[in-house]
């Protein structure tokens, strides 16, 4: 199976935002999945896992079973660049979702900021367009540093089945408030199954990658 192009923006600093396609073209599709990494420009591992996991499709095309798995390997490419949780904006996009608990006041030099309006974005709005146009059956996002499984919507039993694979425990909730979150925006309000697949802190993004891809087969397939 070949991964497909699907399509392309630029950021403010005109690096490239690609959302990419794995469809067994062999089976009827029935539900689609998505899964995106690097949220924050300072968690790059989730990108590393999402490439090892499209290389591993390639090879053998049954792991996505009869779903259509989209990828955003890197949300936020100008963060990764500098390094920095937030983007080249200093918006924090994982608040700055329109959600109804959202607030812009941690301050724009908090690394919490979720700027003035939801949505202000345009890597939060590529996102919120493909679930609008793709309205994906279930979500996981790769972040770090808690080593958990947590989840938004209902996403339980996937969270306790992913959690069996990877040894990583469930935990509902983050520990601290999460306003203009992406589970708040999918999970919560849209009812969409979310999964928020943490690594630990400082891992190895190889170490990481065989700790977690039976888990992440088991997300992407039937």
């Not at 490239?16 to 690097?38: D, F, M, P, Y």
């Not at 994982?94 to 979720?114: A, E, I, M, V, W």
């Not at 367009?129 to 979500?139: S, T, V």
């Amino acid at each position: 199976m070949k991964i497909e192009l699907v399509k392309e923006i630029k950021s403010l600093n005109n690096n490239t935002i690609q959302l990419l396609k794995a469809e067994n073209a062999n089976r009827e599709v029935l539900s689609t999945v998505l899964v995106i990494g690097v949220f924050h420009g300072d968690e790059p591992e989730g990108e590393y896992l999402i490439n090892k996991l499209m290389e591993d499709i390639e090879q053998n095309p049954e792991l996505t079973g009869s779903n259509r798995v989209l990828f955003i390997p890197c949300l936020n490419p100008d963060g990764k660049q500098a390094g920095t949780r937030v983007n080249a904006n200093g918006i924090d996009l994982n608040r700055n979702f329109p959600t109804r608990n959202r607030t812009g006041n941690n301050g724009k030099d908090s690394q919490f900021y979720g700027g003035e309006e939801g949505g202000s974005e345009i890597e939060t709005r590529f996102v919120m367009d493909i679930i609008a146009e793709y309205k994906p059956a279930r979500i996981l996002t790769i972040h770090a540093p808690y080593k958990v499984v947590n989840y938004d919507g209902p996403a339980e039993k996937i969270a306790e089945n992913m959690s069996k694979l990877n040894g990583y425990p469930v935990q509902v909730d983050i520990g601290y408030p999460t306003p203009g979150s992406f589970g708040t925006y999918a999970g919560k309000e849209r009812a969409i199954p979310v999964i928020t697949l943490e690594l630990p802190e400082d891992c190895i993004p190889e170490t990481a990658w065989l700790d977690n891809k039976k888990a992440l087969y088991y997300f992407i397939g039937d």
